[in-house]
Structures are given as C-alpha cells and as structure tokens.
C-alpha cells in the first residue's frame, strides 16, 4: 500500500501518519503539506530516518505539484488538508474556500486522471449545524453549515461525492466530532486552555459557557479512517465520534482540575458570532459495518494530554511565539539553494529545543 496523506503535517494528519506507519508495517507514506502556520514539521519527527515516509512540501491547489506526487505510484489518498479554525473564517473566508473546496476538487481530478484506488476525505461533523438538546446527527441528516469554516467542508464533501457519481471515484467521505490529543495546534480549546493556564494566563470562555461539543481522542479517529481505509464502503459517508458530550464549562473546570489551577483563570468573552449550541453524532453505522469502536476513555486522555502539554513546553512555546516556522522556513531556504531539494520530515535533533 503505497498511501498519499495530505495535511499530514497538521494535527489530526501527523497522528494519522503516525498511526498507519506502526499499524502497517509495508505501507509506504508520503506526507504532502503545504506548512501553513499549523503545519509543522516537528509533529512527525517519530518517523525521522523511516525509509517507508516521504515528506513533501507543497499545495493542494497546485495542480501540477498535486499531479508530480500523485503519479509516483500512489494507490490511496487520505486527505486532511484544510483550513479548519471557525474564528479564522469568520474574519476572511477566502482561505477556507480556497483550500477546503478548490484544493479538494484538484485532488479529487487527479486521483481520477491516475486511477487512485481508494480516496477517503476527512471532514467534520460542524457540516450538520447546530442541534437542540436532543437527538443526535446520523449519515442522513441534511448539511446546514453554520460557519463559513463549516460551508466550505460541506462544499467538499458534496464535490468528493459528485466525483464518485460521476466518474466511479472510488470516494469515502467521514464526519468527525471535536479531536484532542498531542501536537494539536494550541489556538484550539483544549492546547490552548492547557498552555494558558500552565503559564496562569487567563482562559477565554466564549458565553455562557454551556455550548456541548462531542469530543474524541485522536488515536481513536485514526483507527475509525485506518479501518475505513481498508474495508469502508465505496461512496458512503460515515460519523466518528465518541458520545463524549461535553460543555465548554464542563472540559475548561476538567483542565483546571487536572493542573490544579484555580477556576478565577477563566475569563468569560464575548460569544462567537452564530455559535452552534451542540454537536452529537450518532457513529452507529462504523460500529456495525466495520466494527469499530472507540478505545479510550474521555477522562484518562484528557489526563494524558495534559501531561503531555506539561511535558512538552518547548514544542509549544515555539509554537505560540512562531519560531518554529521562522526555523523551517529558513531550513526550505538553504536546502533549495544548495540544491538538495525538499527537506525530508525532520527530528527532535534538528529542530528547535525540544522538538
């Protein structure tokens, strides 16, 4: 199995290249990112030396550097590229609609020009909207996107499946609840409430603090889409969650307690325009057809990450300040001018301290 990852230099992607690489121990990886501000490098410095990953640098709606690594013998794609931060897309779309629709739809046409075997497109549950107290969102329920972040996912996966209607792509489309785990960028709730209050900095709660988010470890989606990579049905969309419904007060006392820092750090702020109230998903159909099911427990994980962010500062720290692009764009710089080329996925070794 020769696998194209795309944004597998973000967070969910890094763990997911992580993941098949222990998981299939033949399956050659190539990582394909573009190294925007929450793509690093650093997050698959497990995989340094690994004769079976290629890292290459480039973007999704290039199609000419889409069609180079496309040819050279890739059989799937699993692609995470996006813009994915809802504060970020309300202040300017034109990113969001950039990478999230036309960047798919340039994948999606040379997977057909080059007889991609299988394509599963990473996408969210935020494509339903937002739900009442009640209830849960399957397969079936309509896609009414709140955000422009949220329009431009439910643009994507209505284009992945007209390709497969179309063209006979051979096209998966998965919708997953909130993520959390190691390496996620810290403008996200939970690094970034883990980091600030690390460093007793105050911790933004938008509102009331009551709106409920589904929430997953990110170990578990990447079994779900490893198990959707092999066996999942061809044009069917399938939910990931882990009926882990939790509200924003809930997770922020949950951080606090595990730091035992004081609850007089959260700062309640304005809410967010057009806040979704509630997330669920009802994952059901994955459970029945592939057998899957989430291994980890909210409360263990949540400890886990927490002292992952505690052990690791020096990651986040050159993350927050931007060093860590300023290293690498400077690594891209002298590799081109020495020509050597792109620079393959890097270590702990080579990177800034710590990394």
């Known amino acids: ?41 650093a997050n698959l410095a497990p995989l ?7 890292f290459v640098r480039g973007d999704v709606t290039d199609a000419a550097a889409v069609d180079a690594v496309m040819r050279q013998g890739v059989e799937a794609v699993v692609h995470f590229a996006a813009e994915s931060h809802v504060d970020r897309s309300i202040e300017d779309a034109s990113a969001f609609v950039r990478t999230n629709v036309l960047g798919t739809q340039v994948l999606l046409e040379a997977a057909r020009r080059h007889g991609i075997g299988r394509f599963v497109h990473v996408s969210t549950d935020e494509v339903y909207g937002s739900l009442g107290p009640e209830g849960r969102f399957d397969e079936a329920s309509p896609l009414c996107p709140t955000s422009p972040y ?11 499946q007209a390709y497969g209607r179309t063209h006979g792509l051979p096209v998966i489309v998965t919708r997953c609840s909130n993520n959390y785990g190691p390496y996620q960028f810290p403008e996200k709730v939970i690094p970034l409430f883990i980091t600030n209050a690390l460093d007793d900095k105050p911790l ?39 009926e882990t419904e939790l509200a924003n007060r809930t997770l922020t006392t949950a951080i606090l307690g595990e730091l035992r820092k004081p609850e007089t750090l959260i ?8 806040h ?3 997330y669920a ?25 927490v002292a992952w ?11 927050k300040s931007g060093r860590y692009r300023d290293y690498y764009e400077r690594m891209y710089r002298t590799r081109l001018e020495t020509g050597q080329g792109a620079a393959p996925a890097t270590g702990a070794s080579a990177g800034p301290r710590g990394q």
């Open 150 to 160: 949220a329009a431009s996912k439910a643009a994507s996966d209505l284009i992945v």
């Open 204 to 242: 933004p709660l938008y509102g009331d603090g009551l709106n409920v988010r589904d929430w997953i470890y990110v170990e578990d989606h990447c079994a779900a889409l490893h198990a959707l990579l092999l066996r999942g049905r061809v044009g069917e969309v399938y939910n990931i969650g882990a």
């Open 309 to 319: 962010y505690r052990d690791n500062r020096p990651w986040w720290e050159a993350v």
């Open 1 to 41: 199995m020769n696998v194209l990852v795309t944004g597998g230099a973000g967070f969910i992607g890094a763990n997911f290249v992580r993941y098949l690489h222990r998981a299939e121990p033949t399956a050659a990886l190539v990582t394909f990112d573009l190294l925007t501000y929450a793509g690093n490098l």
């Open 267 to 274: 700062r309640y702020v304005t809410d967010r325009l057009a």
């Open 48 to 54: 340094e030396g690994s004769p079976r990953h290629r």
């Open 276 to 278: 979704d109230r509630r």
């Open 281 to 305: 998903i009802d994952a059901g159909k994955l459970r029945r057809e592939l057998g899957w099911a989430p291994r980890y427990a909210f409360a263990e994980r949540l400890a886990a990450t």
